[in-house]
């Protein structure tokens, strides 16, 4: 699907600008007779929330979500899931210096171009706030693959060039919540802090990466040859806003390895078909493999800084920019939880496909 | 879209096994009054067949062109382009061995598990002789595109360890088709052809990565939010076979550098926007701005190594598997071609679903 | 597209129950720079709203709607437009002793059997308070429409056995809205109103038939083979609650004539090209001619009588089901508009689908 | 889905052109492990073979079918089936008069127009022999759904105006095959029969209506609110040339009975919840509820008559058409298996995206 559709079967269209009334979203396709868990949700929420810690925007904004359909008696009914969050925290003027000014690295003038017209308010529907129904989808989608075993986990692996030197089944992932980067070394997660913290401060902004590990995941799912599910994750990942990569199993990296150095060996588990390593990243042929399916997404530094750039406006005069604003110095630690989402929407979706694979 | 049929509007439905009668597909939503130039599709196809050197697999195989449809005296007709590349080179017997056996790394195992059985013939759809269809239908992309002054170059960055350390701009890429690695500098393609030469000898196979640069894009392809132009590519080139990673603009690099230092500045160039450095990679918030798009695809090392390796068959046994056939040491110069079809086709799809967001 | 998901470039998602929050949904693929005239929006949902004469039901809703985004400023902005309708006149209550039976001829016992469990309040989601978003939905349609000339009317044509017996160019389509039964011919327009007044009196229900007209549409919309334009009326049609036929053109009448006498004669009037009768219905091969297209569709009585029915609880159980609440005799004047929405968002998507059939 | 490709799960992308090389297809999303009896599938394009009777056109084509992928070993393997009929006995100089004109109610003037060229030769690809690829397609589905006891019977039940008086019950199903009109009641076949070659003697063509009923259908398949299983089925009728409409149920008939009358009454018949009636043609709320479903399908004549005809060239200059060449008097005969196939390919889509419904 394009524009503001994501999925196939379990699909959730949103809608929203960060200055407008509400961000809010349709959730279609999910399966009926699921307790719908509204505080896990919420909480969902309360992870991408802004001003959550003091490396992050110090909006504050309830982001508290309401139901509008498709539940009934705290259940899923198999009718579309309607939502709104309201937006109620919005300060329209700090952007009225910023309304005929095309902000470098952003997506005012690719708008303009595009629509012939954009709401400039905080980046319209640009804007990471358009995130929220992510969230919410993502959350109903957490729900429905616990009932199937299916857990997703993402964590900040680097900021900057602060990043973890081994892979993920070396780190204890229950440390991720225990602190404001949501890294799983505690130690790294204390420097990446004070570099943001020193960032911030500077009114810059500073790159990095997320990386993300989904177990539980049944043999099966993915539809060849474009459908495969990396592809598919990656299309996801990809249209997070600041997304700049994804790479899934051995990815970039080992190139000095050959194939007879990179190949999964399987073997017999006790009648269980595993594979001794999982350079494949739990996925071959776009088929998952039942291994622990892991990726990593590249998010750029911010485009917002509180410093002054030259840029031109609408009419194509010459002029300089300086922000004000309230904006986060590092996206990561609020977009672990949207990279959760993300995962958890894509793999439902195809856990679906797959069931009408078969007769 | 999923399954086997890749784009929106423009869209190519893909059929075929490797073993299998015939190669085939139809493309659909190509515009009307395009003359077709086979001549031009059938050095595509030229380009991406097996046997062209002496770093790719021996089999021969002519991989001509037939179109069945869609096409009235050389010119497109808006109606659907049948076409079939006949399979004439087949020695399926290489693969009676393999017939029970779960091959490492390959789709063999997940294949058989989620479809309860499997064509084994040379990987039977799983087998990258499926982007032969992709080639073609690139290649009608292309002959679209070219009207619009759009160009798609791809080219081999690294092989292993050895690759390109200056980003496109530096290197003449009309050296690319001079070599058969397809790397625009002839010093690094001589070097990067004798280490595929000598994995080929051992016979175990490398890795590498290939780069593409999209040339006169216009400002504007891209549908937000989930539509975002480089999603799409990212998902393009995630299903192509052996593709572990996507990056674009900036990607996974430059992580020392901060927003103040990333950020693309507008400039009035005698009336034209542009920016002062693209590292963007000509996409801001999912849509083209009008600089060179460019992006980076990671090949992992073919699984097919001439060599033994242990594994389980379909009964759950340890065996031990050695391929036999003709197979390639590194997928890299003949994905090239792949490469660009599927940033052709993408490109195509986009312009077409922008022309379909405007009354 | 399927489930709650209308079009292909302009798509409408819907979303909410009858007795739940709100009806509402999201336009996708609307064009930027539309002027949305509220007022306009507001007369559409108000031709459809319940109340408005003595021969509808009596519930009383404000059925007033509210946009959460896409617009700025007056204007569509190329986003997804939210909107909601909030419910609030349900008397739930009077659905209590309905909760766990099967209403003959409505949806209860297939939605049950499909998810579950249902909603019973007032047919939750197979409750035509759906149409509300489809109505919103069409007017937005109706004014980019209008810029290109489109025009969609819509009437009554039959109640029960009373019917126009001329086809619509013999009608003043202006005398439409000036009766509650939206029929052009004031006389008949009487006999019908009486008639559903006093099956009303009964407690009984009647159908009918709704005729509709297109008139400016250009020549060549329609996307053969499958997507003909007629098709995608017909699918819009026959997706509105209580639907049960939909005929374009001749169809199902005149089987007394042959080819030679039904055929449409070319003509050249003055350059243009002009058939000299229309009984293609304004539509070749699936693709618009340029004559106006015209379309009759086929309700059902209502479902919902206020007179006992034997019938069976969802244990099994023989039962008496008498229904309460406020109902419509006839469904034919509040489905007029209905009928024009689904219409004015067909021909707006293929409108966009042809141009994206184009380089 | 439009242009051409049909259904969403299971989906048929078909290609070619009436004096084309081939007419052909893929179909995609077919489950694994089906026996695919191609004697069967043989049978089902010999139902709709030209020449096969005194009242169908005299041309003789094999049309042999030859799959090209997606079965291995006489079973379908998951993946994409190629397939193709090549044509053998296109007269394309029968066209040659016609290359300039546009034949009266016919695709000539609306393809011209959209596409800006056509294939005249028989129509190029508006031609009904497109629908070789439909019954390919339908008769697959019909080997899945009889694993699943569901069946597909289409017959002829009026030509001009010689109609069958009683509704499909009342019927011996199976003499439908032993008449040339395809018609169940043997009487009526002949007088039918006769009335067609008397038709054909004056170069003349009759229209007609063909009724489909199918069984065994599980209660639930069915994709509310805009994916109604009659909406879809209505979709696919509308698809096939030469029809102008489509009804379910008691469709636009019986508008003299009121909703008392009509309601289907559910009663319990030793654990399975029936209907005593069903006026609502197997489907409610747009969801199968297990009884029988059944339809009308309307088909103009046939365009094309061996008559004197005026009309205008593509330059507007008028001019005089007299068709020659081999052409059906009557399509109804030859269509019955092709609205036998779009139902049966519908039900399977639907079939397939209930199973998707469902965690």
Same mark, same amino acid.
């Given at each position: 699907?394009?524009?503001?559709?994501? *999925?196939?079967i379990?699909r959730?269209? $949103?809608?929203?600008?960060?200055?407008?009334?509400?961000i809010?979203?349709?959730i279609?396709?999910?399966?009926a007779?699921i307790?719908?868990?509204?505080?896990f949700?919420?909480?969902?929420?309360?992870?991408?929330?802004?001003?959550?810690?003091?490396?992050?925007?110090?909006?504050?904004?309830?982001?508290?979500v309401?139901f509008l359909? *498709?539940?009934?008696?705290?259940?899923?009914t198999? %009718?579309?899931?309607?939502?709104v969050v309201?937006n109620?925290?919005?300060?329209?003027?700090?952007?009225?210096?910023?309304?005929d000014?095309?902000?470098?690295?952003? !997506?005012d003038y690719t708008?303009t171009q595009?629509?012939?017209?954009?709401?400039?308010r905080?980046g319209?529907?640009?804007?990471a706030?358009?995130?929220?129904?992510?969230v919410?989808?993502?959350?109903?989608?957490?729900?429905a693959?616990k009932?199937l075993?299916i857990?997703?986990?993402?964590f900040?692996?680097?900021v900057?060039?602060?990043?973890?030197?081994?892979?993920?089944t070396?780190?204890d992932l229950s440390?991720?919540?225990?602190?404001p980067v949501r %890294?799983?070394d505690?130690?790294?997660?204390?420097?990446?802090?004070?570099?943001?913290?020193?960032i911030?401060?500077?009114g810059?902004?500073?790159?990095?990466?997320? $990386?993300?590990?989904?177990k539980?995941c049944?043999?099966?799912?993915?539809q060849?040859?474009?459908?495969?599910?990396h592809?598919?994750?990656?299309? !996801?990942?990809? $249209?997070?806003?600041?997304?700049k990569?994804?790479?899934y199993?051995?990815g970039?990296g080992?190139?000095?390895?050959? *194939?007879?150095?990179?190949?999964?060996?399987f073997?017999?588990d006790n009648?269980?078909i595993?594979?001794?390593?999982?350079?494949?990243?739990g996925?071959q042929?776009?088929?998952?493999?039942?291994q622990?399916?892991?990726?990593k997404?590249?998010?750029k530094?911010?485009?917002?800084?509180?410093?002054?750039q030259?840029t031109?406006?609408?009419?194509?005069?010459?002029t300089?920019l300086?922000?004000k604003?309230?904006?986060?110095? %590092?996206?990561?630690?609020? !977009?672990?939880?949207?990279?959760e989402?993300? !995962?958890?929407m894509t793999?439902?979706?195809y856990?679906?496909?797959?069931?009408?694979?078969?007769?």
């Amino acid at each position: 699907m394009y524009n503001n559709t994501f *999925g196939n079967i379990f699909r959730l269209t $949103s809608f929203g600008e960060s200055h407008g009334k509400a961000i809010g979203g349709v959730i279609d396709g999910f399966p009926a007779g699921i307790t719908i868990d509204e505080d896990f949700i919420q909480q969902e929420l309360n992870r991408r929330r802004p001003g959550q810690s003091s490396i992050t925007t110090s909006r504050k904004e309830a982001d508290a979500v309401e139901f509008l359909s *498709g539940i009934y008696e705290g259940v899923s009914t198999g %009718c579309p899931i309607g939502f709104v969050v309201w937006n109620t925290n919005q300060h329209s003027s700090d952007y009225d210096n910023m309304k005929d000014i095309y902000r470098p690295s952003h !997506a005012d003038y690719t708008y303009t171009q595009k629509y012939g017209l954009r709401d400039h308010r905080g980046g319209g529907r640009s804007s990471a706030r358009e995130t929220i129904a992510r969230v919410v989808g993502g959350a109903l989608a957490k729900l429905a693959l616990k009932q199937l075993g299916i857990h997703v986990t993402a964590f900040t692996s680097q900021v900057g060039i602060y990043r973890l030197d081994k892979d993920y089944t070396q780190y204890d992932l229950s440390n991720i919540e225990k602190n404001p980067v949501r %890294c799983p070394d505690p130690e790294l997660a204390k420097i990446m802090e004070e570099y943001i913290f020193n960032i911030k401060g500077e009114g810059d902004t500073v790159g990095g990466v997320i $990386s993300c590990v989904i177990k539980g995941c049944p043999v099966g799912l993915g539809q060849p040859v474009f459908g495969k599910l990396h592809a598919a994750l990656g299309n !996801a990942m990809l $249209s997070i806003n600041a997304v700049k990569g994804f790479e899934y199993g051995q990815g970039f990296g080992s190139m000095n390895l050959k *194939g007879s150095q990179q190949n999964d060996i399987f073997y017999n588990d006790n009648g269980n078909i595993q594979t001794r390593t999982n350079r494949s990243g739990g996925i071959q042929g776009g088929i998952s493999n039942g291994q622990d399916i892991y990726f990593k997404v590249a998010f750029k530094p911010v485009a917002t800084i509180l410093m002054e750039q030259p840029t031109v406006d609408i009419h194509g005069n010459d002029t300089v920019l300086k922000a004000k604003g309230r904006h986060d110095p %590092c996206v990561l630690p609020r !977009a672990v939880p949207i990279v959760e989402a993300m !995962a958890a929407m894509t793999i439902l979706d195809y856990y679906l496909l797959d069931k009408a694979s078969h007769l």
